[in-house]
């Protein structure tokens, strides 16, 4: 996928301001129109154009494009950076003039999820009172919380547009009690900090959407966590009782004899919290112990005379 500089597009520099951006605009799709224009290319032009326009025009969609840095050039491959957009807070509205059909897969790489799916919150309530629009913003936590439960200090950032027209970022931070059994996607509600109300109207709600910081050692789906768990060879073909580890603690496990890595142990329970708690399920590896000394190497070629063992019996040779 090709990263698109819509600056270069619409021949501006990243400093102007929302004037010169639609008068830009202007001109250039007077230039490229389709009906009028004799370009080859013109088409193409207009609707790189009008993507273009559609994203710098709005002070939300540009400063979550503007945050994803100065490094990318025109035409290079782009995959957004994991966790990009996260504390990055925005009212939504989606594709505002046509749908996800109309733009790039780079355009939708970015606004596809958060930007189409969030709702204003404005919602006439009598008489010249209307409430505030609602706020979105993704967060990212750590694994642990989620166990424990935890109150965190979030870091949140949101464009305006100031008294020159140039979109600037206004910073806030709330303490956010995280709860305890929270999942991947699900969302905590702060009341009343979105936007303000009109005519006495009540403000808007705060959404945040939970994602986990990547963990080392866990993997998580829905409330059940994955972990490679490394055995030695007498561990696995013997049996033992161990430690695992999990992100409550430590427990004790029994490992039966004959375990295979690609097998999958259960702790029932030990996943996420919830009313119905997740799994944490255990994925053996087994490892191998170096054969660094004269001793340890002879303990293997005794395993390789007393063991008639083909780890490649099933493919045949």
Same mark, same amino acid.
């Given at each position: 996928?090709?990263?698109?500089?819509?600056?270069?597009?619409?021949?501006?520099?990243?400093?102007?301001?929302?004037?010169?951006? =639609?008068?830009?605009?202007? =001109?250039?799709?007077?230039?490229?129109?389709?009906?009028?224009?004799?370009?080859?290319?013109?088409?193409?032009?207009?609707?790189?154009?009008?993507?273009?326009?559609?994203?710098?025009?709005?002070?939300?969609?540009?400063?979550?494009?503007?945050?994803?840095?100065?490094?990318?050039?025109?035409?290079?491959?782009?995959?957004?950076?994991?966790?990009?957009?996260?504390?990055?807070?925005?009212?939504?509205?989606?594709?505002?003039? %046509? $749908?996800?059909?109309?733009?790039?897969?780079?355009?939708?790489?970015?606004?596809?999820?958060?930007?189409?799916?969030?709702?204003?919150?404005?919602?006439?309530?009598?008489?010249? $009172?209307?409430?505030?629009?609602?706020?979105?913003?993704?967060?990212?936590?750590?694994?642990?919380?989620?166990?424990?439960?935890?109150?965190?200090?979030?870091?949140?950032?949101?464009?305006?547009? $100031?008294?020159? %027209?140039?979109?600037?970022?206004?910073?806030?931070?709330?303490?956010?009690?995280?709860?305890?059994?929270?999942?991947?996607?699900?969302?905590?509600?702060?009341?009343?900090?979105?936007?303000?109300?009109?005519?006495?109207?009540?403000? !808007?709600?705060?959404?945040?959407?939970?994602?986990? $910081?990547?963990? *080392?050692?866990?993997?998580?789906?829905?409330?059940?966590?994955?972990?490679?768990?490394?055995?030695?060879?007498?561990?696995?073909?013997?049996?033992?009782?161990?430690?695992?580890?999990?992100?409550?603690?430590?427990?004790?496990? =029994?490992?039966?004899?004959?375990?295979?890595? !690609? *097998?999958?142990?259960?702790?029932? !329970?030990?996943?996420?919290?919830?009313?119905?708690?997740?799994?944490?399920?255990?994925?053996?590896?087994?490892?191998?112990?170096?054969?660094?000394?004269?001793?340890?190497?002879?303990?293997?070629?005794?395993?390789?005379?007393?063991?008639?063992?083909?780890?490649?019996?099933?493919?045949?040779?």
């Amino acid at each position: 996928m090709d990263y698109k500089d819509y600056y270069k597009i619409m021949d501006l520099e990243k400093s102007a301001d929302q004037a010169e951006i =639609k008068r830009a605009y202007r =001109k250039l799709a007077r230039k490229y129109h389709p009906d009028v224009s004799k370009e080859p290319d013109a088409e193409a032009r207009f609707k790189e154009i009008g993507e273009a326009y559609e994203v710098l025009k709005d002070p939300e969609k540009r400063a979550a494009y503007d945050q994803l840095g100065s490094n990318w050039k025109a035409g290079q491959d782009f995959h957004p950076p994991p966790d990009w957009d996260a504390g990055f807070e925005f009212r939504g509205g989606g594709y505002t003039e %046509g $749908n996800a059909s109309d733009y790039s897969d780079f355009f939708s790489s970015i606004f596809g999820d958060s930007f189409r799916q969030s709702t204003t919150g404005r919602q006439p309530q009598g008489g010249f $009172n209307m409430r505030g629009e609602d706020h979105h913003a993704k967060v990212v936590i750590d694994l642990e919380d989620a166990y424990t439960g935890a109150t965190r200090a979030i870091s949140l950032r949101s464009p305006e547009v $100031n008294a020159n %027209g140039q979109v600037v970022t206004r910073d806030r931070t709330l303490n956010v009690k995280i709860p305890k059994g929270v999942k991947q996607g699900q969302k905590i509600r702060l009341t009343g900090q979105g936007s303000p109300g009109m005519g006495g109207g009540a403000a !808007g709600d705060l959404y945040l959407e939970v994602q986990f $910081n990547p963990h *080392s050692s866990y993997r998580v789906e829905e409330h059940d966590v994955y972990l490679e768990l490394p055995l030695a060879p007498w561990e696995a073909a013997l049996g033992a009782s161990i430690k695992v580890p999990t992100p409550a603690g430590p427990v004790d496990m =029994k490992i039966p004899a004959g375990t295979r890595s !690609g *097998s999958k142990l259960r702790l029932k !329970g030990r996943g996420i919290p919830a009313k119905q708690a997740g799994d944490l399920y255990v994925m053996p590896v087994i490892t191998l112990p170096p054969a660094e000394t004269d001793a340890q190497k002879a303990l293997y070629e005794k395993m390789q005379q007393e063991m008639s063992y083909n780890p490649r019996a099933k493919l045949g040779v």
